[in-house]
C-alpha cells in the first residue's frame, strides 16, 4: 500500500513512471535507469486499547540504479529530500504523518551490469484515510 502511494508520488514529482522505470516491490533487470520502492516490516502499528490498528509504521527501501554514480547518488538524495518532506498530507487512500530517512543514502552494490545501485531505508507512519 505505501509503497504504491510513494511510487506514484515520485512519479508525480517527475522522477518517472510507474511501470516502466518506477517499480513497486521489485528492481528487474530494464532498464539501466530504474527507481524500486520497496516495503518491509518497520515497526509495530500502533492500536487503541480496543486492538484496533490506527497507526501503520512500515519501512520502505528505495533503490535507485543508474550507470553512473553522480546520477545515482543525485536521485536517491532528491527521493530522500522529497519523501522526508511528507508530513501531515493526504496522498492517494493514506493519511501521511511523517516519514523519516533512517540514515543517508549509500551505494548498496554495482550489479553484473556494472551499474551503480543506491539505497536509503525510510520509517514510515500513517492512517488509512
Keep these: 500500500m505505501i509503497e504504491k502511494v510513494l511510487a506514484d508520488y515520485l512519479e508525480s514529482q517527475g ?12 528492481l528487474p ?4 535507469r530504474a527507481i524500486a520502492v520497496l516495503r518491509y516490516s ?8 480496543s486492538s484496533r490498528i490506527v497507526i501503520e509504521q512500515p519501512s520502505v527501501q528505495v533503490l535507485v540504479r543508474t550507470t553512473s554514480f553522480a546520477e545515482s547518488a543525485n536521485t536517491i538524495y532528491q527521493i530522500r529530500d522529497l519523501l522526508t518532506s511528507i508530513h501531515n ?4 487512500n493514506l493519511y501521511i504523518l511523517g516519514i523519516l530517512a533512517l540514515g543517508s543514502p549509500a551505494v548498496l ?3 553484473t551490469k556494472n551499474r551503480v545501485i543506491m539505497f536509503c531505508n525510510f520509517d514510515t507512519a500513517y492512517t488509512i484515510s
Design 29 to 32: 533487470e530494464s532498464p539501466d
Design 15 to 26: 522522477l518517472g513512471t510507474v511501470g516502466t522505470d518506477i517499480f513497486i516491490e521489485r
Design 42 to 49: 518497520g515497526r509495530a502499528p500502533i492500536t487503541v486499547l
Design 89 to 92: 498530507t493526504n496522498l492517494e
Design 109 to 111: 552494490e554495482r550489479d
